[in-house]
């Protein structure tokens, strides 16, 4: 460690469900490790990965906010403050009787990790000798090996010895990236954007694509999405928000077709404008807010309709959530607030009185074949705008070409 630079603390993380990986252990932990270096790319830290743990070496003053940024760095299943000591037992014992004096508490336990082999003392006695240590300096303190109100942690290792006692839970899941690019259907709404943070936790790189229906649409409903764009990035490197005029197509539709069968007619062009971005980007799966019966469009035999238009996945991380869960993690992840803001999206402004809740698909074939959706969808993907979106929380707007 770069002791005569920083301070004796390191943040050790640990990994969690990625310790499950086998041959590709190496691959999750490296990008974990790339993520965790992009992410605090503007700090003067250093960082150490080995299979087991990682530490990141800090300045005291940045702690605080390297803490903001590693709580919302998906991989990471917890972490603690640990203070660095040489592995000689009175050291060790200098050291935790200096940090743990600081301290209120009434009961504590020691676990003791022994990975230095050559040291003198095993675990279980070692336990023994600081938890005196501690009894013997420390008045009105006992041992509760159950319930304790301070659990005293130190890995012993080959040259330095960890002491820590705090725990602060990460997001967990596997590191943005070590799967392969998808696109998120991103609306206005509640739904979409927790879609994508749940997507993100299992790994997938996403971007996003917003349709937009101008002037049926404002330009205040854009910076909706944008918004959620935002605060979606803290949680992954850069978006690209692809913007689709879809004007053209949503009005095509409310003049040819039968209005119950709008909403599903709509989302089936969706569908294929999608398909057709992915195989551009070369993206994996199509992702999006769907929660099932929760609107006309989300029962299963229109998911089923609706599918029909694509081969490419498409996963619906919310497909078995309740409307007050999805809440409850749009306000945890701050877009609720955002999404409620009363603008408009192309979903809604052109619903119909009463949506069909079972389409039949020879009915939306026979409705398609009223006007000539195809040249409207190469027309709308031709004509998309990109914004890109980093963490730095710097847009870029620019055509693309």
């Known amino acids: 460690m770069h002791g005569d630079v920083f301070m004796d603390k390191v943040i ?23 993520n965790i270096c992009y992410k605090l790319r503007n700090f003067n830290v250093h960082i150490h990965k080995d299979r087991a743990r990682m530490y990141i070496e800090f300045q005291e003053d940045d702690l605080d906010s390297i803490k903001d940024i590693i709580d919302k760095i998906f991989g990471i299943h917890s972490y603690h403050i640990a203070t660095i000591v040489d592995s000689q037992d009175n ?3 200098n050291k935790l009787l200096e940090i743990v004096s ?3 508490f009434k009961t504590f336990k020691i676990e003791t990790k022994r990975s230095n082999k050559n040291f003198p003392i095993h675990s279980q006695d070692y336990n023994r000798v600081l938890g005196g240590l501690l009894l013997k300096n420390i008045s009105g303190i006992s041992v509760d090996v159950h319930h304790p109100d301070l659990l005293v942690k130190v890995e012993i290792r080959d040259y330095e010895t960890f002491i820590y006692f705090n725990k602060y839970d990460g997001l967990g899941g596997y590191p943005v990236g070590t799967q392969p690019g998808s696109l998120l259907m991103l609306s206005g709404g509640i739904d979409s954007p927790v879609s994508g943070y749940l997507a993100m936790k299992r790994g997938i790189k996403l971007d996003c694509v917003y349709f937009e229906a ?3 649409t404002s330009i205040e409903a854009r910076n909706k999405v944008i918004e959620l764009s935002k605060k979606l990035v803290n949680y992954t490197d850069s978006i690209h928000l692809y913007i689709v005029n879809f004007t053209p197509i949503q009005e095509s539709i409310y003049k040819y077709c039968r209005h119950d069968y709008l909403i599903t007619i709509m989302r089936r062009m969706m569908y294929r404008i999608m398909d057709k971005l992915c195989m551009r980007f070369n993206c994996f799966a199509i992702v999006n ?9 989300q029962t299963l035999t229109s998911m089923k309709v609706i599918n029909e238009v694509t081969n490419i996945p498409v996963i619906r991380p919310l497909a078995c959530f309740d409307k007050l869960e999805i809440m409850d993690i749009a306000r945890k992840i701050q877009t ?3 999404s409620i803001i009363p603008y408009e999206d192309c979903c809604t402004v052109f619903v119909p009185r009463h949506p069909v809740i079972n389409p039949r698909l020879d009915i939306c074939l026979e409705e398609e ?3 000539d959706y195809q040249l409207l969808i190469d027309e709308a993907v031709s004509s998309i705008q990109i914004i890109t979106i ?5 847009s870029e707007f620019s055509d693309l070409l």
């Not at 050790?12 to 990008?31: D, H, Q, V």
């Not at 980093?390 to 710097?394: M, P, T, Y």
């Open 12 to 34: 050790l993380i640990k990994y969690g469900e990625l310790s499950t990986k086998k041959a590709n252990r190496s691959f999750f932990i490296n990008t974990l490790y790339n």
């Open 91 to 93: 050291l060790i014992q």
């Open 102 to 104: 600081s301290l209120e």
């Open 214 to 216: 101008m002037p049926h």
């Open 289 to 297: 807010g769907e929660s099932i019966g929760q609107v006309a469009s």
């Open 336 to 338: 609720y607030d955002i």
């Open 369 to 371: 074949k009223k006007f």
């Open 390 to 394: 980093n963490s730095s929380s710097e």
